[in-house]
């Protein structure tokens, strides 16, 4: 280990709050939460997903962030070190591993889908997303896969300005540019509910957001709501744990915790109630699925005043929460080729940014050159997906609340929360057993032992 200076810290009071909420609030809000809504049911589906980030999401994450700053490094390093202190091996620095390359192989295709944020922005104002159908909205967003030169354009920029941004460093780079973007598209959001409330469908969509009908819960909307608790938090991805190593000594583990996941749910659901309005005012079929976002949104807009400012508006907002969390998702690894093998920020962040752009090119041929290249039936994009959200997270998940509830000595852990006993007895508790039988769920479901 070449550490030899303390670690930087996040310099401002709301430094880490900022940067954790901009991790977390994502395309995982805007573009997956609202369509897995439409396509699971509404309001129950919304319940489920509550719970998830309750019983599961909170107590990982603060398992994460205790790691972080305890061991004060990258993922690997982090725990490394907080295992030795307890007297552990070191293979559970593993973990870390895992972790590391999770939030890596979410990056490589995670920079793709931003990028369609990207052209559809530039769509947005260029005109091109004139469209007078359901099925012209569908042929353009097929044209747009089909272009590797477009596509990989844009997921090039995005890559691009990643790499900027992380290269600058945790203060000057994430810190700075979340302080701006942050506020930014929260501001944008609110902006859109607003014009919603206008659209004539702001009833029909709170209606369908809030009104819990039992009868549309089902196993499978359980089970995604579940995966999707680690997603949308950003966990078991080294992310957090990476920004917790920058937590300053005196923050509190569980109040940080809690606002970010309580943010990243608000996003959530104020990013349907700025899109289900456009839908339900246009007649439109809320399970739409992927596409909600990118075919219906747009073809509704368009049908409303100034459609196309507040279209802009959308686009831009998102594009700027998919920034925000895509620089969290290399910063695992770039802390660690920094700390291990003493490469400063910049050369660091462009030699994992060659990598990615790699990767990242080879998923997004998958929608076009490479629409043959499968594997077991999946395109490399699929298999990204695949493996991070059914593997790599729920593994990464289990092995970090079984590491934190009973592998490492409770006093380090209990003296990084900071927790009076009932709180600290209530997270053991969620660690030891809650969150570990969740996250079983998936796996059984992942396997097909049995089906749910
Ligand atoms: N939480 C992000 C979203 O909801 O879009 C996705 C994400 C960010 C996953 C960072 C993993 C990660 F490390
Ligand atoms: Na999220």
Known sequence: MTTTQPRIQWLGRWGFVLAATGSAVGLGNIWKFPYMTGEYGGGAFVLVYLACILAVGVPVMMAEIALGRRGRGSPVDAIRRTAAESGRSSSWSL????????????LCFYVVVAGWSFAYLWKMLSGGLAAGSVDDMVAIFAANNASPWS?????????????????????????????????????MLLVLIVYGVFSGGFTDALRFLFVFDAGSLSSEGLLAALGHAFFTLSLASGAILTY??????EASIARTTLTVAVADTLVALMAGLAIFPAIFANGMDPGEGPGLIFMSLPLAFQSMPLGTLFGVLFFVMLSMAALTSSISMVEATVSWLCDRHGLSRRAAAWGAGIVLWVISTLAMLSFNVGADWTLAGRHLFDWLDYLTSRWLMPLGGLGTALLAGFVLRAAPMREELGLASPGYVLWLFMVRYVSPLGILMIFVDALGIVSV
């Open 95 to 106: 973990l870390g591993w895992m972790a590391m390359l999770c939030g890596f192989l979410i």
């Open 151 to 187: 596509l990989g354009l844009w997921s090039t920029l995005v890559t691009v300005i990643t790499m900027v941004i992380v290269g600058k460093g945790v203060q000057g780079g994430i810190e700075k540019s979340v302080g701006w973007m942050m506020p930014g598209m929260v501001v």
């Open 244 to 249: 917790g190593s920058y937590l300053p000594a």
